[in-house]
């Protein structure tokens, strides 16, 4: 069975600092496209950032760059989404999702309708 289950989440004051893990079981991440999409209530999903499966793209939404940084660790079938000086704003449920399709993340965007998604973890930027 194909899962993703995300975790690292919690309560962290502004400024401060979070890892997100996306653990994959099933299937090998290095082959898929990675996506991280976030909802804060009552707002739309939000894509966040993505690396393609060749990683030779990747993506961060304009309110998270030179805050946020992806990552792979294919030896433990992971990726992690390293947050940095984190705002109120950012306090959400973050989701991670893969899709098979290297053209699911461009320089552009990311594509919202990957095949596979996590249940998500909650993060929440508050003093």
Known sequence: QLQLVESGG????????LRLSCA????TLDYY???????A????????SC??????????????KGRFTM???NAKNT??????SLKPEDTAVYYCAA?????ACSGGGIYHGMDYWGKGTLVTVSL
């Open 10 to 17: 919690g309560l962290v004051q502004p400024g401060g600092s």
């Open 24 to 27: 994959a079981s099933g299937f």
């Open 33 to 39: 496209t990675i996506g991280w999409f976030r909802q």
């Open 41 to 48: 209530p009552g707002k739309e999903r939000e894509g966040v």
């Open 51 to 64: 690396i393609s499966s060749s990683a030779g793209s990747t993506y961060y939404t304009h309110s998270v």
């Open 71 to 73: 990552s792979r660790d």
């Open 79 to 84: 990726v992690y989404l390293q947050m940095d």
């Open 99 to 103: 899709d098979p399709s290297d053209y």
